[in-house]
Structures are given as C-alpha cells and as structure tokens.
C-alpha cells in the first residue's frame, strides 16, 4: 500500500480485519499484539516491512 502511494519505504503496522465486530476487551487484545511492532517502529528499530 505504501508503494502504491509514493512511499516504498513507509513502514507501518497492520491488524486483522474485520475489527468492528470486535468487543473492547479484544480490541484490546489486538491492540497488545500489535504494541510491540508499534513500538519498534517508534524507537527505529527494525520493525515489519509491509
């Protein structure tokens, strides 16, 4: 999607879809599974290249 967009280098974090139907408690779920890409990305360590 990056690529498509300009930015072949762009790095960000995905999750599964859908997550509308999810209830706040596995939002939360998901949302602790992705912390740690989030925060390699942050500090600029070597996070997922997507």
Do not use: F, K, N, Q
């Not at 990056?2 to 974090?13: N, T």
């Not at 939002?27 to 925060?39: G, H, W």
């Amino acid at each position: 999607m990056a690529r498509l967009r300009g930015a072949p280098g762009y790095r960000y974090v995905t999750t599964p879809h859908p997550i509308a139907v999810l209830t706040p408690e596995e939002v939360r779920e998901r949302a602790a599974r992705a912390l740690p890409d989030i925060v390699s990305l942050l500090v600029g360590e070597d996070g997922p290249r997507r």
